[in-house]
């Protein structure tokens, strides 16, 4: 009697694994059969598709078979992982979420955007708003301000375009600060080649070297401020994002640049007379903002640096 019983147990044992075996048979036969009927130009090897994203995969992830370009959307879907990630409710193939070919190309192909072209405009006149600064002629005051003017409005124009046009690109948004740093910089240090030429402060060769200091001191802390809260976390890079002080700071300094500027030669019309008296206060106040925006963002920081 117990060997009959063992007997039995071991024929369902048998029957059991011969249904699951044939279960596992039909389901890939299915995926098979559902594979073929797509167009041969929607089936590609999984491996040949990550090829440009293998670095982005962990230890962790799954490599599938095969990926499905479903109705030529720009993004993968995985037949295999599907069925997987309804069980597994956090398992979801890597392959769903990458982008193909096609959207990396059309990525590449924003970067030159009309706002990302007038950034670069405002860069590459840089040198040439330095060889007007020397030049020896009379006109060269006129071409230097207008220089810096066009730049000025540039920096406007450009993250206004960018908004209507919905025209972002992650290299715009590098360039924009750093052509803002750079115009300003390149005035701050041509203007400390001469003295105050009129105005009240006239003869003073002082004033504009110490805001230049505290201008351009500011940026390479902030940027080094930027560069250890990126390792810190989304808390500490928020403490240091740009805020409205840092708008305001920047347009004061525009406009006192403008200022000294159209007096680089001395201040021979009533437009000169009168951006010579607000050239110096203007600057002096973007200097005061310019360090105050940075007490501000060390603020935030703080609770790092204790």
Request: charged share 10%.
């Given at each position: 009697?117990?060997?009959?019983?063992?007997?039995?147990?071991?024929?369902?044992?048998?029957?059991h694994v011969s249904q699951q075996s044939c279960l596992?048979?039909?389901?890939?036969?299915?995926?098979?059969?559902?594979?073929?009927?797509?167009?041969?130009?929607?089936?590609?090897?999984?491996?040949?598709?990550?090829?440009?994203?293998?670095?982005?995969?962990?230890?962790?992830?799954?490599?599938?078979?095969?990926?499905?370009?479903?109705?030529?959307?720009?993004?993968?879907?995985?037949?295999?992982?599907?069925?997987?990630?309804?069980?597994?409710?956090?398992?979801?193939?890597?392959?769903?979420?990458?982008?193909?070919?096609?959207?990396?190309?059309?990525?590449?192909?924003?970067?030159?955007?009309?706002?990302?072209?007038?950034?670069?405009?405002?860069?590459?006149?840089?040198?040439?708003?330095?060889?007007?600064?020397?030049?020896?002629?009379?006109?060269?005051?006129?071409?230097?301000?207008?220089?810096f003017i066009a730049a000025s409005v540039t920096d406007?124009?450009?993250?206004?375009?960018?908004?209507?046009?919905?025209?972002?690109?992650?290299?715009?948004?590098?360039?924009?600060?750093?052509?803002?740093k750079l115009m300003v910089a390149t005035v701050l240090?041509?203007?400390?080649?001469?003295?105050?030429?009129?105005?009240?402060?006239?003869?003073?060769?002082?004033?504009?070297?110490?805001?230049?200091?505290?201008?351009?001191?500011?940026?390479?802390?902030?940027?080094?401020?930027?560069?250890?809260?990126?390792?810190?976390?989304?808390?500490?890079?928020?403490?240091?994002?740009?805020?409205?002080?840092?708008?305001?700071?920047?347009?004061?300094?525009?406009?006192?640049?403008?200022?000294?500027?159209?007096?680089?030669?001395?201040?021979?019309?009533?437009?000169?007379?009168?951006?010579?008296?607000?050239?110096?206060?203007?600057?002096?106040?973007?200097?005061?903002?310019?360090?105050?925006?940075?007490?501000?963002?060390?603020?935030?920081?703080?609770?790092?640096?204790?």
């Amino acid at each position: 009697m117990p060997a009959l019983q063992r007997l039995c147990g071991c024929y369902r044992m048998l029957s059991h694994v011969s249904q699951q075996s044939c279960l596992l048979q039909l389901a890939r036969t299915q995926r098979t059969v559902a594979s073929a009927m797509l167009p041969q130009q929607h089936t590609v090897p999984f491996v040949e598709r990550l090829k440009p994203d293998v670095g982005q995969l962990g230890a962790q992830d799954s490599v599938c078979p095969t990926a499905v370009v479903i109705n030529q959307t720009p993004r993968r879907y995985c037949s295999e992982c599907s069925s997987v990630s309804k069980r597994r409710q956090n398992s979801v193939c890597t392959a769903s979420i990458q982008p193909t070919g096609g959207a990396a190309g059309s990525k590449e192909s924003t970067v030159l955007t009309v706002p990302t072209i007038l950034t670069l405009a405002r860069v590459a006149a840089i040198p040439a708003l330095i060889a007007a600064w020397f030049w020896p002629d009379p006109a060269a005051t006129a071409l230097v301000t207008g220089l810096f003017i066009a730049a000025s409005v540039t920096d406007w124009l450009d993250g206004y375009l960018a908004r209507k046009l919905n025209a972002y690109s992650a290299f715009g948004a590098f360039l924009d600060p750093v052509a803002d740093k750079l115009m300003v910089a390149t005035v701050l240090v041509l203007l400390c080649t001469q003295p105050l030429t009129a105005g009240p402060l006239a003869g003073n060769s002082w004033a504009v070297p110490v805001a230049t200091l505290i201008i351009i001191g500011r940026e390479i802390t902030m940027s080094a401020l930027r560069e250890w809260a990126a390792t810190l976390g989304p808390a500490a890079r928020a403490a240091v994002a740009v805020n409205s002080l840092g708008k305001w700071k920047t347009a004061t300094q525009m406009a006192a640049l403008t200022c000294l500027l159209i007096t680089k030669d001395g201040a021979s019309s009533q437009l000169a007379i009168a951006a010579a008296a607000a050239g110096p206060p203007l600057l002096g106040i973007a200097a005061y903002l310019t360090a105050h925006s940075l007490a501000v963002y060390l603020a935030g920081l703080w609770k790092y640096i204790k």
